[in-house]
């Protein structure tokens, strides 16, 4: 009895003592995240976060567009950077090729002999062409909207596809990812009981808590980081005990939501059948797609802020937001107001405004994501 009370005494001395001596080498750094005395901190080892770090590979911007001619925009068939300049045009058309199509090749996406065409010399439709032109309106969709996640870092073409024609973490319809569709077109994460006594008012079965948890451990890889990075886990289900990265999160999903339903979803009809899953679907993202495993995408770069094709706003130059409409809510402000196991503030809602020139020519109806838990 007296040994385990001195063990119990001691041994947070001991490792005390131990967590200092890692701090002497310089090994571990210690980020505090929730609220003074909640002892809720992030621990990251220096070694390894600098050797993700130097994995992360930033283009640089290309340099800026000249001067272009005067007179009316040459194209032909620009449905969506059709109010840029033409220097700024074949500035996006450039970076998108080593972004995408990694080769630099702008055939990855055009028929050569007729650079406005949106079909193969043989007829067939340019998938690649068709999706990319949805991917502009998704892209800026995202920059315009969603500021309340991505802030004032936004996303390029790179942020997602690094380089290459197909982002990390694509997924399809299957039983093994049935917890993603919280991205898509289910709700109810939500599973922990609100009340002491036992009742009917909770009727989670186990089976959600398992997707639950499914799609928090998904969210911590992704992001590469551990559970109390949005959570004070004496209560999971509490937002105002959690520190402000949940609030941003949440905005994640959201914003997935729409992305995955108004964008990639959709595209189903383009594309050709190789690149659809086992049950037709198409290639859907998650937060990996753009994370790639850091608690921000490529570290906060803020890489859109030299490309105003992508921004989806005309006032927009990577600055801090200020003035913005409605949407503009500080994140942070939210995490004060909702009781425990409240409700999370709104979605951002007004995409007409974002997209008032583009409109929408890759097919959109087709596909039925519907399906409840
Ligand atoms: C990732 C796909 C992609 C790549 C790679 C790409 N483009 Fe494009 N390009 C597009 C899309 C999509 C449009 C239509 C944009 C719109 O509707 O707003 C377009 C339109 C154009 C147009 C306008 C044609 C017209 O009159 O309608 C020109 C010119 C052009 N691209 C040149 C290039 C050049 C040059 C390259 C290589 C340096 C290139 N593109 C690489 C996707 C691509
Ligand atoms: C939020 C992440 C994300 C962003 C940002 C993004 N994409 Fe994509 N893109 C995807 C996903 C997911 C796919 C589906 C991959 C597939 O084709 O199987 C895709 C597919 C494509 C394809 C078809 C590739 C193929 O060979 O099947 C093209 C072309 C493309 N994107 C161009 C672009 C361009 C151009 C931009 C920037 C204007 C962009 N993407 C921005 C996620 C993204
Ligand atoms: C990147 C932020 C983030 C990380 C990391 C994270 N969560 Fe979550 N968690 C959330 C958000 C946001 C919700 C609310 C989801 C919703 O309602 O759509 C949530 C909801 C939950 C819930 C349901 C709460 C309720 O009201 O019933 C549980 C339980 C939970 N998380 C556990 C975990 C566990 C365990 C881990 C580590 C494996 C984890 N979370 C990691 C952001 C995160
Ligand atoms: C379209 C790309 C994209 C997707 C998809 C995405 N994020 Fe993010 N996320 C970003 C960007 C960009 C930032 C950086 C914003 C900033 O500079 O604060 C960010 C920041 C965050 C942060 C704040 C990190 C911090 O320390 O401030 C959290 C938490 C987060 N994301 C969680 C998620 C979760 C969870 C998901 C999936 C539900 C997700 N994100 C999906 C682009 C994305």
Not at 72 to 89: A, C, M, R, T
Not at 141 to 150: E, F, M
Not at 171 to 195: C, E, M, P
Request: charged share 15%.
């Amino acid at each position: 009895m007296m040994m385990t009370r001195w063990a119990l005494r001691t041994s947070p001395l001991a490792l005390l003592l131990a967590a200092n001596a890692c701090i002497g080498e310089n090994t571990t750094d210690s980020v505090q995240v929730g609220y003074r005395g909640t002892a809720m901190e992030q621990n990251y080892d220096r070694a390894k976060v600098t050797a993700s770090f130097k994995q992360v590979r930033i283009p640089d911007p290309l340099p800026p567009a000249g001067e272009s001619p005067p007179g009316p925009l040459p194209w032909k068939n620009v449905q969506v950077l059709n109010d840029i300049s033409v220097g700024e045009f074949n500035r996006t058309m450039v970076a998108m090729s080593t972004w995408v199509a990694g080769t630099g090749n702008c055939a990855y996406c055009h028929n050569l002999a007729n650079m406005a065409s949106d079909t193969l010399p043989n007829g067939k439709p340019l998938y690649t062409k068709l999706v990319a032109r949805r991917m502009l309106q998704m892209t800026r969709q995202i920059n315009g909207q969603y500021s309340q996640h991505v802030k004032n870092t936004g996303v390029t073409c790179y942020t997602c596809h690094l380089g290459k024609p197909l982002p990390n973490g694509l997924w399809f319809y299957s039983s093994q990812t049935d917890y993603l569709r919280h991205y898509l077109d289910r709700d109810g994460a939500r599973v922990i009981t609100q009340q002491v006594a036992p009742s009917n008012a909770n009727r989670s079965s186990v089976k959600q808590t398992e997707w639950t948890y499914s799609l928090m451990i998904s969210q911590s890889k992704s992001l590469g980081v551990n559970c109390t990075y949005c959570h004070n886990s004496r209560q999971f289900a509490s937002w105002k005990e959690a520190p402000p990265a949940r609030v941003t999160a949440y905005h994640g999903i959201l914003m997935l939501r729409d992305v995955n339903q108004s964008y990639l979803a959709p595209l189903q009809p383009v594309y050709p059948a190789v690149r659809l899953g086992q049950l037709g679907d198409a290639p859907k993202a998650q937060c990996v797609t753009c994370h790639n495993g850091n608690y921000k995408p490529l570290y906060g770069a803020q890489m859109v802020k030299h490309y105003p094709a992508l921004w989806g706003r005309p006032d927009w130059d990577g600055v801090p937001f200020k003035g913005l409409g409605p949407t503009a809510v500080d994140s942070n402000a939210a995490v004060s107001t909702p009781g425990a196991g409240a409700t999370p503030p709104a979605a951002p809602v007004n995409k007409a405004a974002a997209m008032s020139k583009a409109s929408t020519t890759a097919p959109v109806s087709g596909v039925s994501v519907g399906g409840t838990r």
